[in-house]
């Protein structure tokens, strides 16, 4: 018997990307998405200017999503959005429009959590690294997470350690800002980092208990490191950048390989699947790789284009969603903070 072709709508807008995707099952037809710019001048996402970017940007966003799937939208069964975490006034953006075209086209709604989509963005179809079985565990890393999850099943997820302070991607961004690097920083301190050696400057690994994170310690002390050493030669930034960067990254590395390694043993679970923006630098998916010949972990990296925030991840939970029926009324509201639990 034939399976029924589903048409997912999804719209992605938790930060500071506007996107939306059409997916046909769990195969994807389309995934654009609109980065805002504007934030770069300010160093970091202004959430007043996001909100009015998203208003500005989702009508034509999901206009050229259809048209690039090339299907009409009476075609579309479901629309999937995301609900949280994020920033409000992004998140308002989205749900607002979700819930009006939904009504329009008289189409059932998806609600889907942010962080759940990050992981279950490894059942989109035609990926490398196939998908996981479960149980498995997934590490989230982003600008504004870091979890350890352990998945039993696509809606039965449990946390097993997250930050209690800044989130890994921040470590990245905040450092490299200390450096006098533009904002994103965390790409460019992988990019530099290439070059240099990561056990030129060390730096402390904050001791914490369990499979919890803590990152804002290590930026206070490549603060302090960093005042120090240009108050005694003031080019030192200019004249040791790469091998800042790659020390800075080899320490945050290893910490969440650390974490990994602890949580493996812990479980006894040896598939691994990250995902979020961090999970895009090089030196955390050659840890991973490592780990496979080290440890004999399988390892599951999602393609760069499902890494950092994006549509597809969306349409794909929403796709699981829809076959469990699993809908959401026309009352549901944005959720800043939306907590990843066994309920999903």
């Known amino acids: 018997m034939q399976k029924e072709t589903i048409y997912i709508l999804a719209i992605e807008s938790s930060c500071d990307d506007t996107s939306a995707a059409v997916l046909q099952n769990k195969k994807v037809l389309s995934n654009i998405t609109a980065t805002q710019q504007i934030h770069e001048e300010y160093g970091g996402v202004v959430p007043e200017l996001a909100s009015r970017a998203h208003q500005q940007n989702i009508v034509p966003v999901v206009h050229q999503a259809l048209n690039k799937a090339n299907i009409d939208k009476k075609l579309i069964s479901a629309i999937a959005f995301t609900r949280g975490p994020g920033l409000m006034g992004s998140l308002l953006v989205g ?8 009504l329009g086209l008289n189409v059932p709604l998806i609600e889907v959590n942010h962080m759940q989509a990050h992981i279950l963005a490894h059942f989109i179809e035609g990926q490398g690294d196939g998908s996981p079985e479960f149980p498995f565990l997934a590490m989230t890393i982003s600008g504004g997470h870091t979890q350890i999850v352990l998945v039993k099943d696509y809606f039965d997820m449990e946390i097993l350690g997250e930050t209690l302070d800044d989130a890994v991607g921040e470590a990245f961004d905040k450092s490299a800002k200390i450096l006098g690097l533009p904002y994103p920083g965390g790409p460019l301190i992988d990019k530099y980092a290439k070059n240099g050696n990561p056990k030129a400057f060390p730096f402390p690994k904050p001791k914490v208990e369990g499979l919890n994170f803590s990152f804002s310690g290590l930026k206070t002390s490549i603060l302090y490191f960093i005042q120090r050493e240009t108050a005694k030669n003031p080019d030192f930034i200019e004249e040791n950048l790469a091998d800042i960067c790659a020390s800075i990254q080899s320490t945050i590395v290893g910490i969440l390989m650390d974490k990994l390694k602890k949580a493996v043993k812990q479980t006894g679970i040896k598939r691994i699947a990250i995902g979020g923006g961090v ?12 780990g496979e010949r080290k440890w004999g972990w399988k390892t599951y990296i999602p393609k760069f284009e499902y890494c950092t925030d994006n549509a597809a991840m969306i349409g794909i939970v929403g796709y699981l969603k829809y076959e469990q029926n699993a809908f959401t009324d026309q009352a549901v ?12």
């Open 95 to 102: 749900t607002s429009f979700a819930k009006s075209l939904a």
């Open 279 to 290: 999970s895009a630098n090089s030196e955390i998916r050659n840890s991973l790789k490592a």
């Open 333 to 344: 509201s944005a959720k800043a903070r939306y907590v990843l639990d066994d309920k999903g």
